[in-house]
């Protein structure tokens, strides 16, 4: 196994590359915990302020009472759908 020798200690290349791929994914790590996501545009999902079928944002595990979406921007009527509408859960 190759060591490599930095200042005193020697490590492997294995524990080494480990580290720099660490160091160099914690930029991304953070960005998931950011709550600063943009959000999508009401015609990017194609918003409409009526439900489709029996599909509507009251119902979607994104909807956030009373009238905002965790991914799009804007007001949202709980009486509204969009193409990114998923059943809530329970």
């Not at 020697?10 to 959000?39: F, M, N, Q, V």
């Not at 999508?40 to 905002?68: E, I, T």
Request: with cysteine; net charge positive; hydrophobic share 45%.
């Amino acid at each position: 196994m190759a060591k490599i020798a930095i200042g005193s200690a020697e490590i492997s290349r294995r524990t080494l590359l480990a580290g720099a791929a660490a160091a160099g994914s914690a930029p991304l790590l953070a960005l998931g915990s950011s709550p600063a996501w943009a959000k999508m545009s009401q015609a990017a999902v194609a918003y409409q302020d009526s439900p489709k079928g029996d599909r509507n944002c009251a119902g979607c595990g994104l909807f956030q009472a009373p009238s905002s979406c965790k991914t799009v921007d804007g007001a949202v009527s709980p009486n509204g759908w969009c193409k990114i509408w998923v059943k809530k859960a329970g």
